[in-house]
């Protein structure tokens, strides 16, 4: 799919699909830390968790350190869980 084109019906619905299944994911890991993990930080985990190259991950993590959206500790302990 590009932007500008046309998409019919069933592709409209394949994607909403796909994307609550992003959601679902990204708030299943949420569930399972006591703080706030920026969004981009949750579909990059989402995208990559089955990968074995794990480098953007710990790139959006530290992005995430250096923009104080998660402390130190936090960023450590998503890099130990998904690293």
């Known amino acids: ?3 500008g084109e046309s998409y019919s019906t069933e592709e409209l619905q394949e994607l909403l ?4 299944h992003i959601i ?7 569930k399972k830390f006591e703080f706030t993990i ?7 985990i989402v995208f990559t968790k089955n990968k074995m ?6 790139l959006m993590i530290n992005i995430a350190f250096l923009n104080n959206k998660l402390t130190k500790r936090q ?3 998503l890099k130990k869980y998904y690293c």
């Open 1 to 3: 799919m590009m932007y």
């Open 17 to 20: 699909i796909k994307m609550r």
């Open 24 to 30: 679902e994911q990204c708030e299943e890991i949420q």
């Open 38 to 44: 920026p969004n981009y930080v949750l579909e990059e």
């Open 53 to 58: 190259e794990k480098c953007n991950l710990h």
């Open 75 to 77: 960023a450590q302990k």
